[in-house]
């Protein structure tokens, strides 16, 4: 595990611990004294540190690790899983989103159509990319290349990142409950195979437009929710100050959305999150997307979108 740039407040007793490693090396290269019996006892005690604290994260510190500035975004894992990927632009009819990206790729020889949320890694990035809030144009962008892969019979891979889809006026004006339904009715039948990834935040329904699938899954550190832990604090509590204690009522972790039946499976992530290692991550995901859809390329079409509908309909559904 590398040095942590950020830190969390939870994080600060591996922080230390790295500290001290690193100034062991230091003194052991300037000193020129063996240290190495030092430095197994403090990298066994960092590693033991690590499992306790990452296997008994809270929902608000899983929530914290999603939003990691370092954290692999759609970008990142397109340049690292795919042989190659052309952009497409504009919905045909307002503009082009930034929020929203997507276009045709190749994985391991095999055409995909991949979208996603794109936030940005800077400040200039961000506001480019609208922090990853799409406007309505962004998922009719979505649709549109959807019915495209539909057209010429490729599956959809969707990279789910985003804090909500835009709540500014002229998104309401033009459209935006209307948009993110549409694309809820037309992924459930689209004739294609769809798997869908939660790579960081998937918020209300700025991440259900892009998250109806075949299969969905979280990564280990990423959360899915109607609602931020701040937005549901605002609201009940009228301050931020309870997101702690909102994010463990909302149960939007990994865990307890697979738990409660609601996503297909849960993705591991390196120790510590994936920004410690995004290409292992990387190969992580591309190895399930592979497994997917070689299982899913071999379903009937009318048997794949009738398990689709039937796996969305039972969310919700309590049998006395």
């Known amino acids: 595990m590398e040095q942590i740039k950020t830190t969390f407040d939870f994080e600060k007793p591996i922080a230390e611990l790295m500290q001290q490693i690193e100034k062991?090396?230091?003194?052991?290269?300037?000193t020129k004294v063996d240290m190495s019996a030092t430095l197994i006892?403090?990298?066994?005690?960092?590693?033991?540190?690590?499992?306790?604290?990452?296997?008994?994260?809270?929902?608000?510190?899983?929530?914290?690790l999603s939003r990691h500035p370092e954290r692999?975004?759609?970008?990142?894992?397109?340049?690292?899983?795919?042989?190659?990927?052309?952009?497409?632009?504009?919905?045909?009819?307002?503009?082009?989103?930034?929020?929203?990206?997507?276009?045709f790729a190749t994985i391991a020889g095999q055409t995909v159509m991949i979208i996603g949320h794109q936030k940005g890694k800077n400040t200039k990035e961000r506001q480019y990319r609208n922090f990853g809030?799409?406007?309505?144009?962004?998922?009719?962008?979505a649709?549109?290349?959807?019915?495209?892969?539909?057209?010429?019979?490729?599956?959809?891979?969707s990279f789910i990142d985003t804090m909500g889809a835009y709540p500014g006026i002229e998104a309401e004006?033009?459209?935006?409950?209307?948009?993110?339904?549409?694309?809820?009715?037309?992924?459930?039948?689209?004739?294609?195979?769809?798997?869908?990834?939660?790579?960081?935040?998937?918020?209300?329904?700025?991440a259900l437009g892009i998250g109806i699938g075949?299969?969905?899954?979280?990564?280990e550190h990423t959360w899915y929710s109607v609602i931020s832990p701040e937005s549901c604090s605002s609201i009940l509590w009228r301050s931020w100050d309870f997101k702690e204690k909102a994010a463990e009522c909302l149960k939007l972790t990994s865990t307890d959305m697979f738990k409660n039946k609601l996503i297909d499976g849960v993705v591991k992530?390196?120790?510590?999150?994936?920004?410690?290692?995004?290409?292992?991550m990387a190969e992580t995901l591309k190895a399930q997307i592979l497994k997917d859809l070689k299982e899913l390329g071999k379903e009937k079409t009318e048997k794949m979108i009738s398990n689709r509908i039937d796996k969305f309909c039972a969310m919700g559904v309590v049998n006395e």
């Open 133 to 141: 809030m799409a406007n309505p144009e962004g998922y009719r962008k």
């Open 72 to 103: 692999p975004q759609t970008l990142d894992y397109i340049s690292m899983i795919c042989d190659d990927f052309i952009e497409m632009h504009g919905d045909r009819t307002v503009g082009d989103d930034k929020a929203i990206i997507g276009g």
């Open 41 to 64: 006892e403090l990298e066994e005690k960092l590693v033991k540190t690590q499992n306790a604290l990452y296997t008994n994260l809270t929902g608000w510190q899983e929530v914290q």
């Open 143 to 157: 649709l549109r290349l959807m019915r495209l892969a539909e057209k010429f019979n490729k599956p959809v891979i």
């Open 24 to 30: 062991v090396k230091q003194v052991a290269d300037k």
């Open 269 to 280: 992530e390196p120790l510590g999150g994936a920004h410690q290692n995004p290409a292992a």
């Open 173 to 206: 004006e033009r459209g935006q409950g209307e948009a993110i339904a549409r694309n809820l009715l037309e992924m459930s039948v689209l004739k294609v195979p769809i798997v869908c990834l939660i790579i960081g935040e998937g918020a209300s329904g700025g």
């Open 214 to 219: 075949d299969k969905v899954y979280m990564l």
